[in-house]
DNA sequence: GTTGGCACTCATAGAGTGAGAGTGCTAATC
DNA sequence: GATTAGCACTCTCACTCTATGAGTGCCAAC
């Protein structure tokens, strides 16, 4: 986009304006609230010129102008300078993110929490991808007849079990024995490279009868695999109602409506991360604007994440949606902060 | 109230109207709708004895009556009759529970969304009252030195853990004592006798050194209170916007701000159930209606909800939360109804 | 390339109006 | 005493009309 200076100023002064009025901005006004050295007519001509450009737009023929999609990606891209977050931005932060807990998920939580909070955005969190972590501990406890609970210490801290049916005849001793032979075989291996096969082939070295053994070995490895599904946590849905921007009832539903759909919007997250991965982006952030989201009902938001790292091959996301005229600069560095946060923390769990 | 049987047929026939269309009901579309066999002008005398005894109000001056907070409730104590749902409903609801799931939080979550689906508002459901639970089981797991998993099976068939903080130089041989010592003193006590003391005393008869046991047997009685904390699920705050009662963007934005603080939902509730407790009260669904809900926001809904057992001791409650305009019967045979067909699928836990 | 001037456009708010629904009251009737 | 017909009155809602004002595009001049 080939813009010269006074384009570039015009374009950013918009956003600005528009971002901190939610008023159409008209020349005049513009003038008015900046200094440049140049007339409204004058101005008036560029603005026509970045109207040419699909950069802004009219609601209507007399009102002022307003920044499109693509006109809030070329500030995104290009003109916005990101600040980091003054001494006591910081601290609100970081007495919100609470050093307390004990496990890795109520940490996530509570930083999806804050930054609700922070931003009076919608925020939200993707859970691990526990792919590449490893088994470091697996324990089948019988609880009752026919019923048994498989707990897994993966190497990322993280603890899951799920509650599992078993035939009824097995005993305490040869659940033990196939507890042990499925952990010794799997132990040190990363979760993406267990398949039924290796936890069958694991088991065989228990001396357990076939039939029951195949059962029990199925309900082990279905519990590995979901021990990796992904999650998302979602918060503050309703702060969106309190914007001028979703003040229209029907949009406001839309969104709300799209939000409920928690796994809809996992599925989003996660395909924006693997479009960024393969577009070997290096941003420490993603961001999607306007209709640039696939979303129903989001036309209206932008999508920010940043990917935060539990360890070096294990990693989440974490950002906010908030209507597409938000301070972008400023939430940016929030989310950026709030994960720095997050990612040291998270150095107590590995 | 002593209502002769005219003014009885009357409130009924304005709640009913009123439910279903949403506009004030006047007089004379009163006798248009029903079959009275007396004059809008006698009707008109009926409403005005209605209103002077607070059933009933106007809006304004010329407009017809809406029920009051009081005549709803009127209407559902002495007037309304409760059906049973047709086959077809029925049918509709048990295809929804899902009776394949393995844990009795699934069920309850389950149960909570086909609720919300059904009735097309706010449906919530609180996690069973486990106090009066038995411990079954526990074990502590070592997870990595200074960390362990305490693992609780209680008798209703409900399974938690808790990640906890140990001392670095435990060993797992030390652990599997301690874990041993509490199982034997502590199974088949119900979750509220068991106390710091008795969990003390428990552990005595571990032989590991006294300040590092001390530590444990805390994390582990901590996990214990943990096990029966309250959880409450809320799903469908969304459909309440597409409600004509929630119209004002500002109603609308109180109540999901109320809503999203699940945890003084939960408290109310539980307030609920004990203040129905307390007054000995037998009916199986409970009810609070506009202005009777004490929390803010919640001026122009109504709050139903009944009680399901997983054992004879152990309960929990589900209901919705709609607009007070809604159909009673309809509504608290949907909750009835959903009640017991996850009070049938629990029997498997237990 | 920049500027002042001007005619033109369009959303918005406010005032005024008529229709319609509903009420309360009174006097007559059963 | 309960019921009814009749009627004047009230109030909301939808509609139209109008004035206002912010903003634009374009042209001619600098």
Redesign the interface.
């Known amino acids: 986009m080939q813009l010269d200076n006074r384009k570039k100023e015009v374009l950013h002064a918009i956003v600005d304006d528009y971002v901190s009025t939610n008023e159409p901005v008209g020349s005049k006004s513009l003038i008015e609230r900046h200094s440049f050295n140049v007339s409204s007519a004058t101005l008036r001509n560029d603005m026509a010129e970045l109207e040419h450009l699909g950069l802004i737009e009219k609601p209507h023929t007399s009102a002022g102008r307003i920044p499109s999609d693509k006109g809030y990606r070329e500030y995104v891209n290009s003109l916005m300078t990101i600040e980091a977050l003054s001494p006591r931005e910081q601290l609100e932060i970081e007495k919100r993110i609470d050093s307390s807990v ?2 890795v998920t109520d940490l996530i939580k509570n930083a999806t929490h804050t930054l609700s909070e922070t931003t009076g955005f919608v925020s939200l969190a993707m859970s691990p991808r526990l792919k590449k972590s490893f088994l ?2 697996l ?1 089948i ?1 019988m ?2 007849p026919g ?1 048994a ?1 498989v ?1 897994m ?1 993966l190497s990322a801290g993280v ?1 899951k ?5 078993i035939p009824n005849f097995l005993n305490d001793e040869q659940i033990m024995k196939i507890s042990g032979a499925i952990e010794k075989h799997l132990t040190g291996k990363p979760l993406d490279e267990i398949t039924l096969v290796t936890v069958e082939s694991a088991g065989k070295n228990a001396d357990v009868p076939e039939p029951l053994l195949k059962q029990v070995l199925y309900e082990a490895y279905a519990a590995i695999k979901q021990a990796d599904e992904l999650n998302i946590y979602l918060e ?3 702060r969106m ?2 914007l001028p921007d979703f ?1 229209s ?1 029907g949009r ?2 839309d969104l ?2 799209t ?2 759909d928690s796994g809809m919007v996992a599925g989003y997250v996660n395909e924006m991360e693997n479009a960024a991965r393969e577009a070997g982006s290096d941003d420490s952030y993603m961001i999607r604007i306007g209709q640039e989201i696939t979303l129903e009902g989001l036309d209206d938001c932008s999508f920010i994440t940043a990917t935060y790292n539990l360890t070096d091959s294990v990693s989440g996301n974490i950002g906010v949606i908030g209507p597409k005229r938000m301070l972008y600069s400023k939430v940016i560095s929030q989310i950026d902060f709030v994960k720095k946060k997050l990612n040291e923390e998270m150095r107590r769990f590995i």
Do not use: M, P, T, W
């Open positions: 004990d496990e470091k501990q324990k406890l609880i009752e019923k609970l707990v210490v603890v079990d799920k509650v599992v049916r503050g849905e309703h109602l309190s003040s009832l406001a539903r709300l409506g939000l409920s």
